[in-house]
């Protein structure tokens, strides 16, 4: 996983989207093992890319905090403020 995550950046640069994705691949596997400090590394990681590169309203931005919020839970860290955010559905 290392690997593939070391071709992505290199290929494609930290902030792209398939690279934060294999970011957010990489920590819910390092949560499911227990790592939950890697994984949460790694979650923010991934958010902050999916953020700068996608938007905050993002699906895939959402995705990578909601991995930050659980794993943060787990390690029984404190929650910062979220922002609210007004969402249009268009029909």
Same mark, same amino acid.
């Given at each position: 996983? %290392?690997? #593939?995550?070391?071709?992505?950046? /290199?290929? +494609? =640069?930290?902030? *792209?989207?398939? !690279?934060?994705?294999?970011?957010?691949?990489?920590?819910?596997?390092?949560?499911?093992?227990?790592?939950?400090?890697?994984?949460?590394?790694?979650? %923010?990681? #991934?958010?902050?890319?999916?953020? /700068?590169? +996608? =938007?905050?309203? *993002?699906?895939? !931005?959402?995705?990578?905090?909601?991995?930050?919020?659980?794993?943060?839970?787990?390690?029984?860290?404190?929650?910062?403020?979220?922002?609210?955010?007004?969402?249009?559905?268009?029909?």
């Amino acid at each position: 996983c %290392e690997k #593939a995550l070391m071709i992505r950046r /290199r290929a +494609l =640069g930290e902030d *792209h989207p398939d !690279t934060a994705q294999t970011y957010n691949n990489m920590a819910t596997v390092y949560k499911s093992q227990g790592a939950y400090t890697k994984a949460l590394e790694y979650y %923010e990681i #991934a958010h902050a890319a999916f953020e /700068r590169t +996608l =938007g905050a309203a *993002h699906s895939n !931005t959402e995705m990578a905090l909601h991995g930050v919020e659980r794993t943060r839970a787990a390690l029984e860290q404190p929650q910062p403020r979220r922002r609210s955010r007004k969402r249009c559905v268009v029909m």
